[in-house]
């Protein structure tokens, strides 16, 4: 009787197996069904970048060549603030702040 019994629980279980794996089956190709029925259309969002002018010969820098002389055109140097915004200083990015945002000095004990 144990031998009817575990071959009918083995039946059932392959059966439910096999009917899981069916739906899995059917529902990947109707997934792919979709897919295949979508039109995609890629638009381009930006026109295409155009190269900008060529620049005048004289403004290009010299070429250089492997193993051979350094380029003749002097490198650029970094900017120095004038005399005046050196005498003036860094501004403050933000305002002081009002009287009421100020906490009073903290007491010694």
């Known amino acids: 009787m144990s031998s ?3 071959k009918r629980t083995l039946r059932n279980d392959l059966f439910l197996a096999s009917l899981l794996v ?3 089956l059917v529902l ?4 792919l069904i979709e897919l295949a ?5 890629t638009a381009q969002a930006v026109q295409p970048l155009k190269s900008s ?3 005048a010969p004289d403004t290009a820098p010299a ?3 492997p193993g051979g002389e350094r380029p003749t055109t002097p490198a650029p ?3 120095r603030p004038d005399a005046q915004a050196q005498k003036e200083g860094v501004k403050p990015a ?3 702040a009002p009287a009421e945002k100020i906490a009073p000095p903290i007491q010694q004990k």
Not at 28 to 31: H, L, N, P, V
């Open 22 to 24: 069916a739906a899995g």
């Open 53 to 55: 002018p060529a620049a």
């Open 37 to 41: 029925k979508i039109n995609v259309r």
């Open 63 to 65: 070429e250089s060549k």
């Open 4 to 6: 009817d019994g575990g």
């Open 28 to 31: 990947a190709g109707m997934s």
């Open 77 to 79: 140097e970094p900017a």
């Open 94 to 96: 933000l305002p002081p």
